[in-house]
């Protein structure tokens, strides 16, 4: 039985290791974090998600956005994010500390979406791209989520957000395509993806 305690010993020591470096280490740094206030315009960045967009972020979660789509942003040396325009810097883990859940994703079939929000703020284009992607783009290989909106008759006056829809995708005369709850949520966590706020231990990556 001796003779097996130093394995043993040793066996624990590693699982041990293991645990303060992928568990314990990370949770306390993590945790320690707070939010970065300028000295010069008092803005506190991160901001929290306005209250549509808190909505919408369950809407991500719940159709499945993160298999497709990361939203973290490597650094200049680390591949061609910055590059991409994906984002003016790399992200670090004080962009997360307002997240309950972080969708970092690990798949990038479509674009990174860290910083849609900062390069795409029009409503209207968030609800053309769900409804049929290809619209935007013939090449594109992201589904459609037509349960995401109504196909109505128009009573009084068209409503303000009625797709504009051409060809087979437009609605017979007299009717209206309208995003329905969930999609406007959806994009209003959307457009609210915005990191390219300063942070001192990220700054933008000189030329």
């Given at each position: ?159 303000a957000d009625a797709l504009q829809l051409a060809g087979e995708d437009a609605p017979p005369p007299g009717w209206e395509v309208v995003p329905n709850n969930d999609a406007r949520e959806l994009v209003g966590y959307l457009r609210a993806l ?14």
């Open positions: 039985m001796k003779r097996f305690t130093p394995y043993l010993l040793g066996v624990l020591g590693l699982f041990l290791l293991g645990w303060l470096g992928m568990v314990y280490y990370p949770y306390m740094a993590f945790a320690e974090l707070r939010p970065d206030r300028d000295s010069t315009t008092n803005e506190v960045t991160p901001p929290g998600l306005p209250g549509t967009a808190v909505q919408g972020f369950r809407v991500y979660a719940a159709n499945g956005c993160v298999e497709c789509h990361s939203q973290y942003v490597r650094d200049k040396n680390e591949g061609a994010d910055i590059d991409r325009k994906w984002g003016n810097r790399r992200t670090v883990a004080r962009d997360y500390m307002n997240d309950g859940d972080v969708f970092l994703g690990s798949s990038r079939l479509g674009p990174d979406l860290t910083n849609v929000g900062a390069r795409q703020k029009d409503a209207a284009w968030y609800y053309k791209l769900l409804y049929r992607p290809t619209s935007l783009n013939a090449e594109s290989g992201m589904p459609a989520y037509p349960w995401l909106f109504i196909k109505r008759k128009i009573a009084g006056q068209p409503s915005n990191r390219t706020y300063p942070l001192p231990e990220a700054p933008e990556p000189k030329e």
